[in-house]
């Protein structure tokens, strides 16, 4: 017998979490509907050359990589950017800029599985080509706000408070050209980008440790890493560190420009972070960057990262797509959910309606009523086995459905339907010909 068993940092999705991740899957593809964005998808597997040296060196090492049966070498996407890029570079002519899109999909990334990471996991992306002004970066901000804002409000309220962290690379280099460290700048974004996961101490050192580098210059890096919180309060703060340099005031005017207008596109202010210690750390981004964190897990790390990136599709085309976006971390944001909500239909919710089967002399009576019942707007189960209607409640009611619809020998012969609300055993009997238009009317009372 073979053993049945999963590879580490892969996973199967039993039905409650499947039925989690497609609540949340739905609520971003309505978000994104609303702004205009449009869906794309593109091939599991690229050519190596197309992914590797764009995350960066970690991230290379992380890439699943391979010699396919027809001896080409080639690699499992790492992410949802890359491709989009060598997709846009592709399909520019036929599309038009400026191109929006999401992307919905599974990728993979060989690093150390541990909570909400995983080494095959569902991206959520949308992105904008073809665009360099400040409107697309601000309604990026908009769209991550608004798509943190509807998982809250319609599937887990447990989110409903999070921070929008920002900052942009303009900043970061801007610094290290008053330090004379503009060389070094890969480097040294890098390790501040460890700064949650490792602490200062950890990363002074290695900034130290680097050629040109000084522990004046260290010293200053991490008080600048430091500034975070109110927008208009860390802005002013950090222009006298900028003192010198055109290319980080710039950025700072640019990211201060992008906070006003998302705050004038509907974005709470409180929730609009300014954190100059984000650096990201794939190497494409060239802006403004993006990290989000739920209030009441900051532990579980950023659930929704972006940001500008200019040059990426460069490598691909002459022609300039620069580009700024975002991903929704589903997985890791669904770690976060399997805590606080059972997964599956809501508990006892109105819309979930099962169709016991007393005897298979009642299956037309019951595939009939269910197809009435789907056709107003229901989510409809019929039992696919006759028991006794005990078994068949007792099944129901540990699975959240809000009624059972009873069709027996009784209810047939008198041209009826029982339905039994399954969280307060309340049981009504109506005619048969009203027993949509009452289904409905309980519904609605109850949403």
């Given at each position: 017998m073979i053993k049945p068993q999963t590879l580490r940092g892969f996973r199967d999705f039993l039905p409650p979490a499947a039925a989690l991740r497609e609540r949340v899957t739905d609520v971003a593809k309505a978000t994104f509907h609303r702004y205009g964005i449009e869906p794309i998808d593109t091939p599991a597997l690229e050519y190596a050359e197309i992914l590797l040296g764009k995350g960066g060196d970690e991230t290379d090492k992380q890439t699943f990589r391979f010699t396919d049966q027809g001896g080409r070498d080639v690699a499992m996407r790492f992410d949802l950017t890359v491709p989009f890029a060598r997709f846009a570079a592709q399909h520019v002519g036929s599309l038009g800029t400026p191109f929006r899109r999401y992307h919905i999909a599974p990728v993979w990334r060989g690093e150390r599985p541990q909570k909400g990471r995983y080494r095959e996991f569902v991206q959520c992306d949308f992105d904008t080509i073809g665009a360099t002004g400040i409107a697309a970066d601000a309604e990026t901000v908009c769209v991550i706000h608004d798509l943190l804002s509807a998982i809250s409000e319609q599937v887990e309220p447990s989110c409903g408070e999070f921070t929008i962290r920002l900052n942009h690379r303009g900043v970061l280099n801007g610094l290290l050209e008053t330090l004379g460290l503009r060389e070094r700048a890969t480097d040294v974004l890098r390790a501040l980008d460890k700064l949650p996961k490792v602490g200062a101490d950890a990363v002074r050192a290695e900034l130290i440790a680097l050629p040109d580098a000084s522990e004046q210059a260290a010293a200053k890096l991490l008080e600048f890493a430091a500034l975070s919180g109110d927008a208009a309060e860390t802005f002013a703060a950090a222009r006298p560190l900028l003192e010198g340099s055109e290319t980080g005031l710039a950025a700072l005017d640019r990211l201060a420009e992008v906070v006003r207008l998302a705050v004038a596109g509907g974005c709470q202010p409180a929730r609009l972070v300014a954190d100059l210690s984000i650096a990201r750390g794939l190497d494409y981004y060239t802006g403004v960057i993006f990290e989000t964190f739920l209030t009441d897990d900051p532990k579980l790390g950023s659930v929704c990262s972006g940001g500008r990136y200019d040059d990426l599709a460069g490598l691909y085309t002459k022609q300039s797509l620069p580009g700024v976006g975002?991903?929704?971390?589903?997985?890791?944001?669904?770690?976060?959910?399997?805590?606080?909500?059972?997964?599956?239909?809501?508990?006892?919710?109105?819309?979930?309606?099962?169709?016991?089967?007393?005897?298979?002399?009642?299956?037309?009576?019951?595939?009939?009523?269910?197809?009435?019942?789907?056709?107003?707007?229901?989510?409809?189960?019929?039992?696919?086995?006759?028991?006794?209607?005990?078994?068949?409640?007792?099944?129901?009611?540990?699975?959240?459905?809000?009624?059972?619809?009873?069709?027996?020998?009784?209810?047939?012969?008198?041209?009826?339907?029982?339905?039994?609300?399954?969280?307060?055993?309340?049981?009504?009997?109506?005619?048969?010909?009203?027993?949509?238009d009452r289904l409905v009317e309980w519904r609605n009372a109850r949403t």
């Open positions: 975002a991903s929704l971390g589903v997985d890791r944001l669904l770690a976060h959910l399997e805590e606080k909500a059972e997964g599956g239909p809501r508990p006892n919710d109105p819309s979930a309606v099962f169709v016991p089967l007393m005897s298979e002399e009642r299956l037309p009576d019951v595939f009939a009523l269910a197809s009435e019942l789907r056709g107003r707007g229901f989510r409809v189960t019929v039992a696919p086995e006759p028991r006794g209607l005990g078994k068949h409640l007792k099944w129901a009611t540990g699975r959240g459905f809000g009624t059972a619809a009873i069709v027996g020998d009784e209810e047939a012969a008198a041209g009826t339907v029982a339905f039994k609300n399954l969280a307060e055993r309340e049981q009504w009997t109506v005619p048969r010909d009203q027993a949509a």
